[in-house]
C-alpha cells in the first residue's frame, strides 16, 4: 500500500518542503507587472489613489465608518489606536431589500451622532465590497456581496452621496485590506517604516501594496515621483500547482475557476480541500473501518479539520472525533491532512515576499518594509504554528537570500476601522 505522501504526490500535491519559492514569487512579480500595464493577468492590481505620506498627527480624532458584513460600525478614531463612541447596528440591506434613501439613511444617522467630536473634516469610511476607485478617494459600487440587497446603490460612488445628505465636504472610500495596509501606520512610533503591505487572511484573502506611479503604466499621467497603495485582489493568482483535491473542492464553491490561490490557503476553503483528501484516501483503502463513515461526510469546517489535526477538543461537536474508528486511523488522518495547513503557510509567505519585494523597499535593515497581517486564518490555526511559519519562511525568502528587511507589525484591534481614520487624517 502506498504511503500518504505517495498517495498525495500521485494525485499532483506539492507538499511544502516540495514547492518552488523561487518559480512562484517570479510568477507573482511577472503577474504583477502584467496587471499595472493593464494587460491580461490573474492580478487585478487595483489602483486606489490613496497614499501613505505624512506623519499622523498625533491626538488627532476621526468619524469612521466601516461597513463589511451583517453589520456596520461608526465611532472616532484616535491615534495611538483608540476608538470610542463604538456602535454596531444591522448593515442596511442584510434584512431584506432597501432603497437609495433608506440605505444612506443608516449611515447618515451615524454621521450626525458623532458630529463635532472629530478634529479633522475628512470622514473615513472602509467599504469593504466591490468597487471602482476613484481620484477623489470615493467607490463606485460595483456589486453587493454578502447577501446585501440594495440594488439601486450599484452605480453610485457612496462617499459623494453620503456627503449629499450629511453636509460633511469631504469623506475617503477604501477597503478593508487598504486600511489594514493604512493601520500599520498607527504601529510605527519613532520606527522608520520603508514602506507598508496590508494583508488579510481570514476566511478570504487579500494584499495590497504601495507602488511608485511611474510603475503603474495603465494610468499614464500620474504625478511623478508620487506613490498610491494598490489593491492587488492578490487570491486570484492562478499560477500555484493545483492538485486533483484543490481542483476537485473549487469545483464544488459557488465561483469554480475564480480565487484559485485563495481556496489554496484561506479559512473558507481548506476543510473542503482536506475532505476531498479524506474521501479520495477512504477509497484508496487507508481508512478499512471508517471509511463508510468518511464518505457520509457533507462538508468539513476548516476549524474542525484543523483542531482535529491539532488533537484539541473543546464542547464543540468536531464530526471527525467520531468518524475514525481508532487512533491509528484518526493519525493516519493527520498525516494526510497537515501537509493542506503547511502548504497553505508556504504559500502564505511566498506570496508576501513578492509584495515586498515589488515595493521595492527594506534595503536598510533599519527601515524595514511593515506588515500588518490581520484575520483568523493567520492568528488563530491550530493546526500547525501558522504566522510562526510564515515568519520563518520570509527569514529565509527575503532576509538570508536577498538582504531584504521586513517587519510584522503587532496586531492593531479593529483594524479597517483603524486604517479608515488614517485615511480622513493624511
Not at 135 to 156: C, F, H, M, S, Y
Request: glycine content about 10%.
Amino acid at each position: 500500500m502506498k504511503t500518504p505522501e505517495e498517495f498525495l504526490s500521485d494525485n499532483g500535491f506539492v507538499t511544502a518542503a516540495e514547492i518552488d519559492r523561487q518559480a512562484l514569487i517570479s510568477s507573482l512579480l511577472s503577474e504583477m507587472e502584467k496587471g499595472l500595464k493593464g494587460e491580461s493577468s490573474s492580478l487585478m492590481m487595483i489602483p486606489t489613489y490613496v497614499g501613505v505620506d505624512g506623519k499622523i498627527p498625533q491626538g488627532a480624532k476621526a468619524i469612521v465608518l466601516d461597513a463589511g458584513g451583517t453589520n456596520f460600525r461608526g465611532g472616532i478614531v484616535s491615534i495611538p489606536p483608540q476608538i470610542e463612541e463604538k456602535q454596531n447596528q444591522p448593515m442596511p440591506g442584510t434584512r431584506g431589500n432597501v432603497g437609495e434613501d433608506e440605505f444612506y439613511e443608516a449611515f447618515a444617522n451615524e454621521v450626525k451622532r458623532l458630529d463635532g467630536k472629530a478634529t479633522v473634516e475628512k470622514i473615513g469610511w472602509c467599504f469593504s465590497y466591490p468597487a471602482e476607485s476613484t481620484p477623489d478617494l470615493d467607490a463606485k459600487l460595483v456589486r453587493w456581496t454578502k447577501n446585501v440587497e440594495a440594488p439601486a446603490i450599484v452605480g453610485q460612488n457612496v462617499g459623494a452621496e453620503l456627503l449629499k445628505r450629511t453636509g460633511g465636504k469631504s469623506i475617503a472610500v477604501i477597503n478593508d485590506t487598504v486600511a489594514t495596509l493604512l493601520a500599520a501606520k498607527a504601529t510605527e512610533g519613532d520606527k522608520n517604516y520603508s514602506s507598508y503591505i496590508g494583508f488579510i487572511l481570514g476566511t478570504g484573502t487579500n494584499t495590497a501594496y504601495v507602488e511608485k506611479n511611474e510603475n503603474i503604466i495603465k494610468l499614464p499621467g500620474l504625478p511623478a515621483g508620487g506613490k498610491m497603495i494598490i489593491n492587488a485582489e492578490s487570491g486570484a493568482f492562478d499560477k500555484a500547482p493545483r492538485s486533483k483535491f484543490d481542483i476537485a473542492a473549487d469545483a464544488k464553491t459557488s465561483n469554480p475557476g475564480q480565487g484559485l490561490y485563495e481556496k489554496m490557503i484561506a479559512g473558507a476553503y481548506l476543510g473542503s480541500v482536506g475532505l476531498e483528501i479524506l474521501k479520495a484516501a477512504a477509497k484508496e483503502g487507508f481508512f478499512p473501518k471508517s471509511a463508510n463513515a468518511i464518505s457520509g461526510l457533507g462538508a468539513l469546517e476548516t476549524r474542525d479539520l484543523s483542531e482535529f489535526c491539532a488533537s484539541f477538543r473543546d464542547e464543540r461537536n468536531n464530526p471527525l472525533y467520531s468518524v475514525f474508528a481508532d487512533a491509528d486511523e484518526s493519525k493516519m488522518a493527520r498525516r494526510l491532512a497537515l501537509p493542506v495547513f503547511e502548504r497553505a503557510a508556504v504559500l502564505t509567505a511566498i506570496q508576501l515576499a513578492a509584495f515586498v519585494i515589488k515595493s521595492g523597499e527594506g534595503a536598510d535593515a533599519s527601515s524595514p518594509v511593515a506588515i500588518n497581517a490581520d484575520g483568523s486564518t493567520y492568528y488563530k490555526m491550530k493546526a500547525i504554528p501558522f504566522a510562526e511559519t510564515v515568519v520563518k519562511e520570509l527569514d529565509e525568502m527575503l532576509v538570508k537570500r536577498r538582504n531584504i528587511h521586513y517587519e510584522i507589525t503587532p496586531q492593531v484591534d479593529y483594524a479597517p476601522m483603524v486604517g479608515a481614520g488614517i485615511a480622513a487624517m493624511l
